[in-house]
């Protein structure tokens, strides 16, 4: 099973990314995933959360109205399309397969991606 984040990187504030992540080695369509994010000296936080299907997304209040997380499970990728960014977004951004109902909780993901750094300069 692998999880492949990708599309960090430094951006200005009020500026956009697009964070993918690709699965494999697993039914991707079967399962719901999720975005968390780590800060430097902080606990990795959620992000959002997507159902299997896609029909149902679900933020945290810092990112909501701003990011939007989507998915195709015909290429088996999930998508974070951040907009607005602010110097607080500053964090590793990793992308987890699992969670179902419990998506705020960590430790009901079972695969995790290796993150990828976004970095919002002022």
């Known amino acids: 099973v692998q999880l492949q984040a990708s599309g960090g990187g430094l951006v200005q504030a009020g500026g956009s990314l697009r964070l993918s992540c690709a699965g494999s080695?697993?039914?991707?369509?079967?399962?719901?995933m999720g975005w968390f994010r780590q800060a430097p000296g902080k606990e990795r936080e959620f992000v959002g959360a997507?159902?299997?299907?896609?029909?149902?997304?679900y933020y945290a209040d810092s990112v909501e109205g701003r990011f939007t997380i989507s998915r195709d499970n015909r290429k088996a990728t999930m998508y974070l399309q951040m907009n607005s960014l602010r110097p607080e977004d500053t964090a590793v951004y990793y992308c987890a397969a699992g969670g179902g109902s419990y998506y705020l909780s960590q430790v009901k993901y079972e695969y995790w991606g290796q993150g990828t750094q976004v970095t919002v300069s002022s």
């Open positions: 080695g697993y039914t991707f369509k079967t399962y719901a």
């Open positions: 997507i159902n299997w299907s896609g029909d149902n997304t």
